[in-house]
């Protein structure tokens, strides 16, 4: 969308689903704001048959009178023949740094795939292009809120970590780098890491009762607890994922990497919306977000705090124990890969077992939620 950007005009724009403002002003400069507020400047050129872009920076960390200088000295290289990016910083963008420090160090590291895909996905569409000795500490802040936000505190600190090693091992190699990265910008404890919190029945009793006049984010809660899953899994739940009773979580979309089926129970059926492909939305047009301003509602409507969304997937798993299921179908409910030769050859599904398991559970949950009087009242007496 091509628009006059103005300083107001970038400060107040909001959006439901990432977009993209061009300006006519500054050929080829583009303000992206995504769905949850993050704003972020980009430059689109041409150079030969090429179409590329590159990231100047975060808004409002870059104003626009900043960003319009920054996409003219592009357009001048462009123009030269000469592909801005390699211009910024004699090359030494974040991204840059980032391949440099794996082609180095990446050989010794485990999880060294897992880690270029992370900042491919989550690091450098933000910060790649910046050159490395400009990027400011707020700036990583938000991208880690953005992070937060969308993925949970655990995946902005793992991020956080691969930034931290990057930004040290440049500084090591340079003569005047420092890191803008220090203690205390981490979003959980080292003790958080490794939760064992699931709720009391009480705390059940109470969450699930506020949760049932909680809206989409209600249902959403109660769902998560009668299927085990995790938050972004039931959140993005589309209905060309339902074939009949069971619910196939594609693979793509599952952590393991492997489709999950889930046979839903009776209850977890009933909190199904009975129309549109999105099945938690608030809009129909984009799964629920917003996960903090809604559970601080519900804790606050239920008077139990302490604890994450991804607590209630263990309460679930402890539940399905309670309920008298097996250790080896409880851990196939919640999609856990079995080790071993039984992991490599056994396909089977255990669809059957699966589905009777999520009815224990939710048969346990409702006995939690409305329990019996067992109490029987002694008659008066007439005597």
């Known amino acids: 969308m091509k628009v006059k950007l103005t300083d107001r005009f970038c400060a107040n724009i909001k959006t439901e689903t990432r977009t993209e403002y061009f300006d006519e002003t500054a050929t080829g400069l583009a303000l992206r704001v995504s769905e949850h507020g993050s704003k972020s400047w980009t430059f689109n050129y041409t150079l030969g048959d090429k179409r590329s872009r590159m990231t100047l920076g975060t808004y409002p960390i870059i104003s626009l009178a900043g960003a319009r200088t920054k996409a003219l000295e592009a357009q001048m290289a462009v123009a030269d023949g000469i592909d801005p990016k390699l211009t910024v910083a004699k090359g030494e963008t974040l991204q840059v740094i980032c391949e440099d420090y794996q082609a180095r160090e990446g050989k010794k590291l485990r999880t060294a795939d897992w880690r270029k895909a992370t900042l491919g996905r989550l690091v450098y569409p933000i910060l790649g292009s910046r050159p490395i000795r400009d990027i400011r500490r ?113 693979a793509e979309r599952y952590k393991s990497k492997i489709d999950h089926l889930i046979p839903l129970s009776s209850v977890a059926q009933s909190l199904i919306r009975k129309d549109g492909d999105l099945i938690f939305t608030l809009t129909g047009n984009f799964p629920i977000t917003g996960f903090s301003v809604f559970k601080a509602e519900l804790d606050k409507a239920s008077g139990v705090s302490g604890y994450r969304l991804h607590d209630l997937r263990r309460t679930a798993r402890s539940l399905l124990s309670r309920a008298g299921v097996s250790s080896d179908i409880a851990e196939r409910c919640l999609g856990h890969v079995m080790g071993g030769v039984r992991g490599t050859y056994d396909r089977y599904e255990y669809r059957d077992e699966k589905d009777q398991a999520f009815e224990a559970l939710a048969a346990l949950i409702d006995r939690i939620v409305h329990p019996q009087d067992n109490i029987v009242p002694l008659r008066a007496s007439n005597g």
């Not at 600190?157 to 203690?183: C, G, Q």
């Not at 995790?230 to 209905?239: P, Q």
């Open 138 to 250: 707020s700036e990583v802040v938000r991208l880690l809120d953005q992070i937060e936000d969308e993925r949970g505190p655990v995946m902005a600190d793992k991020t956080l970590e691969i930034i931290r090693r990057v930004m040290n091992y440049h500084a090591s190699r340079t003569d005047d780098f420092n890191s803008p990265i220090v203690r205390g910008m981490a979003r959980t404890k080292p003790k958080e890491l490794a939760r064992k919190r699931i709720l009391s029945d009480d705390e059940l009793l109470a969450v699930w009762k506020a949760a049932e006049i909680s809206g989409v984010f209600g249902d959403l809660v109660r769902f998560i607890l009668l299927t085990a899953t995790r938050r972004s899994e039931a959140a993005h739940m589309r209905r060309c994922e339902l074939s009949g009773v069971d619910w196939l979580i594609p």
